[in-house]
């Protein structure tokens, strides 16, 4: 009896996976370092940029 050709499907779907959360753990590293460096812990909006543009433009 012949043998069943093995499907390449399930190798290729894994390997797709495997590569997709090796790249997904490598932008959140990247990201982490660079919030550390920046020492930004949240996304800052205009109005609070702003406030603090002023804060530190004003002379006392």
Same mark, same amino acid.
């Given at each position: 009896? @012949?043998?069943?050709?093995?499907?390449?499907? !399930?190798?290729?779907?894994? $390997?797709?996976?495997? $590569?997709? !959360?090796?790249?997904?753990? /490598?932008?959140? /590293?990247? @990201? =982490? %370092?660079?919030? %550390? =460096?920046? %020492?930004?812990?949240?996304? &800052? =909006?205009?109005?609070?940029?702003?406030? /603090?543009?002023? @804060? &530190?433009?004003?002379? %006392?």
């Amino acid at each position: 009896m @012949a043998e069943k050709p093995k499907s390449m499907v !399930l190798g290729v779907v894994a $390997a797709a996976v495997f $590569a997709g !959360l090796g790249r997904m753990v /490598i932008q959140k /590293i990247k @990201a =982490d %370092r660079a919030a %550390r =460096d920046r %020492r930004v812990t949240f996304p &800052l =909006d205009a109005e609070t940029r702003a406030k /603090i543009s002023d @804060a &530190l433009r004003t002379p %006392r």
